[in-house]
């Protein structure tokens, strides 16, 4: 008994050890060291273009003028805002002058930026903030009334008036029907010209 147990644990011994040499640390002697699993890279975030800067401030002021408009027809301080009127030359609907008025600004190329084109009631006012250093001259933006009154035809006229707050320049141009009255005559259409105005100037 006592010569078997070193030669059993010898021949385990030597057993063991060629079994290594065979196999290796990676298996097979010559056989391929398994890859490594591939690295998954994080896929990049999503960017969506968001809206221009001053978009959310244009549409917060525009609600809150559509609130002050709804509040004041329900506590009587104002009446309902006028239909349109159904006699209307096609140049001079809220479609068609939505539909031209911010082609017609970059095809003009005007030192100018269309900041709203208020078209609740008629006529549709665009308010337009004249680049800085650009004077408050009315020759700037005429090229835009006649585009207007081009497509309008005899049918058509164009009420433009120059705002202005001293640091910062304004254009307003209405676009009406032929016989109306200027836009800046009259007393409901004045106060949108002023409310829009107030709403931008800084």
């Known amino acids: 008994m ?5 030669v059993g644990f010898a ?7 060629a079994l290594t040499l065979w196999l290796g640390p990676g298996g097979p002697a010559g056989a391929p060291a398994p890859e490594a699993p591939a690295r998954v890279e994080p896929a990049a975030p999503l960017v969506v273009p968001g809206p221009a800067a001053d978009e959310p401030e244009r549409a917060l002021r525009a609600c809150h003028a559509e609130v002050a408009a ?11 805002p006028p239909s349109w009127p ?13 539909a031209w008025v911010g082609a017609a600004m970059e095809d003009l190329a005007l030192p100018a930026t269309l900041r709203e084109l208020e078209c609740s009631e008629y006529p549709c006012i665009a308010l337009l903030a004249l680049d800085e ?3 408050a001259d009315s020759r700037v933006v005429e090229p835009l009334r006649q585009r207007y009154l081009e497509r309008a035809g005899a049918d058509g006229a164009a009420d433009l008036h120059m705002l ?16 109306d009255p200027p836009a800046g005559r009259e007393p409901r259409t004045a106060q949108r010209i ?3 105005f107030d709403a931008y100037a800084p």
């Open 164 to 179: 202005g707050t001293g640091t910062r320049n304004f254009a307003v141009v209405a676009f009406q029907a032929a016989g």
């Open 70 to 80: 709804l509040r004041a027809v329900l506590d009587g301080s104002a009446a309902l």
């Open 11 to 17: 021949l385990g011994t030597a057993a063991g050890v």
């Open 133 to 135: 250093g650009v004077p």
């Open 194 to 196: 002023q409310d829009l």
């Open 2 to 6: 006592t010569w078997r147990l070193p």
């Open 86 to 98: 159904s006699d209307l030359p096609p140049a001079a609907t809220a479609d068609d002058v939505r």
